[in-house]
């Protein structure tokens, strides 16, 4: 178990590293005028999600690197974002939101300008997650989170709970960033694994070691 724990956090701040790195190649190719060399990397990221799911949302996003030390403030000083209202929260929003990221992006081409389109939708990320819960964003407002969404269903590598090691904590989906954990009725959890964004925490987060990467 102490084996299993230690690997699990060894992987964190592998990651943590990941998200860092690409993170300030983010800033960077934002500040020399070459962001559209993101959408390559994006791409890789989708064929890749075929495989091991949305392995781009947990480790390589900027946006979701950017949340993280805003979630962790709210929970060190004990303060709770609010809901979004019940009119937002439907599946056909992340669609609509969608459509609207590629119109733009289709709008762009044919007129032949370059907007900050990446840069700004991360600012509209901090301002969002400064105000409502982060997994309204990861689940119904980011267009690359919708299409890796659809594109990760068929992933043969997935992070799976151990119905046999689960004692049902919970500690596991409240770590959760994307509501991807959810409480069975026999009282243990499983893992949606096309909501699921591969950053590890909820593996950090449960008690027994219930939780690792296996086969689908």
Request: glycine share 6%; hydrophobic share 50%.
């Amino acid at each position: 178990m102490e084996r299993m724990k230690e690997k699990i956090k060894q992987k964190r701040k592998l990651r943590m590293a990941v998200n860092l790195a690409f993170l300030l190649l983010f800033l960077a190719l934002s500040l020399t005028g070459k962001i559209q060399f993101w959408f390559i990397l994006f791409l890789v990221g989708v064929l890749a999600s075929f495989k091991v799911g949305r392995v781009y949302c947990g480790w390589i996003c900027p946006m979701y690197t950017l949340a993280r030390p805003v979630a962790w403030l709210y929970r060190r000083i004990g303060l709770r974002r609010i809901s979004p209202p019940a009119f937002l929260q439907g599946q056909w929003l992340r669609y609509v939101f969608l459509a609207a990221f590629l119109g733009l992006m289709v709008w762009q081409r044919v007129r032949g300008v370059q907007l900050p389109v990446l840069p700004a939708l991360t600012a509209l990320l901090l301002l969002f997650v400064l105000l409502f819960e982060e997994k309204w964003w990861h689940g119904r407002v980011c267009p690359f989170g919708t299409i890796l969404d659809l594109s990760s269903r068929p992933a043969t590598k997935a992070l799976q709970v151990s119905p046999e090691k689960c004692q049902g904590h919970g500690d596991c989906q409240k770590a959760c960033p994307t509501d991807a954990i959810v409480e069975l009725d026999s009282g243990k959890r499983s893992i949606i694994s096309h909501r699921c964004l591969r950053c590890m925490n909820c593996a950090a987060a449960c008690p027994v070691g219930a939780i690792g990467m296996k086969r689908a």
